[in-house]
């Protein structure tokens, strides 16, 4: 590239913010323009910036990185998204592709393939984990069968608030903030909902809300 790519770091973790910009500042045809803690800040920074790249996580305070990008994208239809996360639930990688994220890296990936990840997406193509990309692939050929069961299930109100939260990928106690509980009370209401669904795992719960229209 004849000009750095311009990058716009998105974590609430300061020592990985911290890194990331003095590794992507070693690069000569990169640069970090600006950083945020949340997708609130992150909304600011991309108007303020302009930047070609931003690197988004998705569990963060407030607004998390799967609501951050279609806002993202309204601001700047041209800005590239990368989502790097810990997250490996097939669920997560949908939504952020659905909602118009250009990348999806898991944060143990090597210092090599996240370079190559922000490289291919300022280029405005499309780059995956390789782990992430093998479960797409095998969930388009191989499907899973949506259980009957759970057509009839009921929740209630409040449990479809907290599903919706989980879904979203927000944290027991990003859920208790928002909805003014405890992380007690989350808790129960997560049990219940695995209960009456059937799910077993978080990321079960992600599967079952996408299914079923609840996000």
Known sequence: MSEQTRVLLVDDHTILRTGLRMFFNSQEDMVVVGEAVCGEEAL???QLHQPDVVILDISMPGMNGIEAIARIKQLNPDVGILMLTMHEAEEYLQQA???GASGYVLKKAAD???LEAVRAVARKEIFLHPAMANMLIQSIYH?????DSKKSINLTGRETEVLKLVALGHTNKEIGEKLSVSIKTVETHKARI?????CERRSELVRYAMQEGYI
């Open 194 to 198: 695995m209960e009456k669904t059937g």
């Open 44 to 46: 600011e920074k991309v």
């Open 97 to 99: 592709m659905q909602a």
């Open 112 to 114: 090599s393939e996240l």
């Open 143 to 147: 499907p899973e069968t949506r259980e």
